[in-house]
């Protein structure tokens, strides 16, 4: 008997259409109808695509891989760029955290190759950054070296911890030999009336190690110390031969102390609620009198220059102070008008074109509760402490914002509410934590 095959499968073709619309009438005619896709596929009918896992990733072995990402120049971490795995969908990524770190979590095992993703840095590492991920374990890779393509624009990092303090605040730098001199208020939470807010200055490398100690110690070299004792101390200024001048604002007074730590004298006339204090090359002092609504410059012996840096618009908003090295003088003012809070004063007093900030807002240029600032020699650009924001901004010379860098916390890199800055010959930049008892050090932001 003759079968025509033809028919036959066209017949068969037929019935599987028809018993699938009645399964699909059975269900209610649902707009959203189950996907079929037949187990023999049908001549000239495409099969429609079952989307059985969305994630290919999903139950592939797995593992993490964690890293470093370093400045090549300051072999500091590089906060906030972002990893990823390549070739893997959908991406698997991290940031680095202030220290440089990340961890990249549930990459599929196997050979996979990582990418700097962005366009303000590069990588200067030689070849593929290439990592054997085995399944359940976490994979550690070689630093990944990067050199920033903006670096005018890009936030300073962290380097290290300077530990041994108290509650430290004001930081003056020694710039021959890049020492630190530091106020640190080591009564700061005592029930006893004569230790209450007592002050120690502590000389310390620029790696954290003590050199000295003094000011106002039980047991000094020093024993009429304890007759002069410093009592909530704030800024501190170093001249050229090495002298020391503290803010004392509880004495009302400027302390000046000899290269050894020694007592020499006191400027206290006139004076009232000290602050800051900044010596120009001349020998000269500048100290923040909000006490007095003023900025008073003086030279070495306390006879008055200028009675008033302010004296078109007096403020007991005056903070912290800074020098370049020109002696040009930066006030912080806390009182100012939008666009006043930084002002900028030659060595004779005289104001120069440059004022910016605003008090309030966390937006660039804006501040809460600023409490210091510095200048970076190499380039002119000056740092804020953002104190009420945990943050430090950077500017250039002209006011504009070029980066930031902080946030709250007690973790490497964060701060809980900045106080002091001082910047180095070579740009590191020393901020003073004192709710956390530590100096933060940072690598150096661009040069010219």
């Known amino acids: 008997m003759f079968v025509d095959n033809n028919m036959l499968y066209k017949k068969n073709i037929v019935l599987s259409i028809m018993a699938l619309s009645a399964f699909i009438f059975s269900c209610g005619g649902n707009s959203n109808p189950i996907t079929y896709q ?12 079952t989307n059985i ?7 592939v072995p797995s593992g993490n891989i964690t890293g470093k990402v370093i400045d090549s120049l300051t072999k500091g ?5 972002r990893i990823e795995v390549r070739g893997i969908k959908p991406t698997v990524f991290a940031y680095t955290d202030a220290v ?7 990459v599929p095992q196997g050979r996979q190759v990582l990418s700097i993703v962005g366009n303000t840095y590069a990588t200067v590492n030689t070849g593929n950054i290439i990592a054997d991920i085995v399944a359940n374990n976490t994979t550690p890779i070689p630093d990944i070296n990067v050199l920033s393509v903006e670096r005018d624009k890009t936030a300073n990092t962290f380097v290290k911890t300077l530990d041994g303090f108290k509650y430290p605040r004001g930081i003056s730098i020694d710039r021959n030999t890049s020492d630190l001199y530091v106020v640190d208020v080591v009564g700061i939470n005592s029930i006893l009336p004569i230790e209450k807010d007592r002050t120690e200055i502590k000389k310390v490398t620029s790696d954290g190690g003590l050199l000295d100690n003094f000011g106002s110690r039980w047991f000094s070299k020093d024993s009429s110390d304890i007759f002069r004792l410093i009592k909530n ?12 001048y503290v803010a004392d604002p509880k004495n009302t007074s400027i302390k000046k102390y000899g290269p050894n730590g020694k007592y020499i004298s006191k400027i206290d006339k006139g004076l009232s609620d000290v602050y800051d204090v900044v010596v120009l090359t001349t020998g000269d002092i500048a100290i923040s009198d909000p006490g007095n609504s003023r900025v008073v410059m003086m030279d070495s012996t306390g006879i008055v220059r200028v009675e008033n840096l302010l004296s078109k618009l007096p403020s007991d908003g005056v903070r912290g102070l800074a020098v370049d090295q020109s002696d040009n003088i930066y006030v912080l003012d806390i009182s100012a008008k939008r666009g006043q809070v930084v002002k900028k004063f030659d060595k004779y007093g005289f104001q120069i074109p440059l004022q910016f900030g605003s008090i ?3 937006e660039p240029g804006s501040f809460n509760m600023p ?15 953002d104190s009420g924001n945990n943050r430090i901004q950077r500017f250039n010379s002209e006011g504009n914002f070029l980066s930031d860098f902080g946030q709250f916390g007690a973790e490497q890199g964060s701060f809980n509410t900045p106080w002091g800055i001082a910047i180095d010959k070579d740009g590191y930049v020393y901020v003073s934590d004192p709710k956390n008892s530590r100096i933060q050090k940072f690598s150096p932001a661009r040069a010219l």
């Open 233 to 244: 101390g704030q800024g501190i200024g170093l001249d050229a031969g090495g002298n020391i």
């Open 360 to 362: 309030g807002g966390l």
């Open 38 to 49: 037949s187990a023999v596929p049908i001549p000239g009918v495409t099969p429609p695509i």
């Open 53 to 59: 896992n969305a994630n290919p990733n999903l139950n």
């Open 100 to 106: 440089g770190k990340f961890t990249l979590t549930k």
């Open 77 to 81: 971490g590089v906060q906030g760029v």
């Open 371 to 385: 409490s210091d600032l510095a200048v970076d020699n190499r380039n002119g650009d000056i740092y804020i402490v």
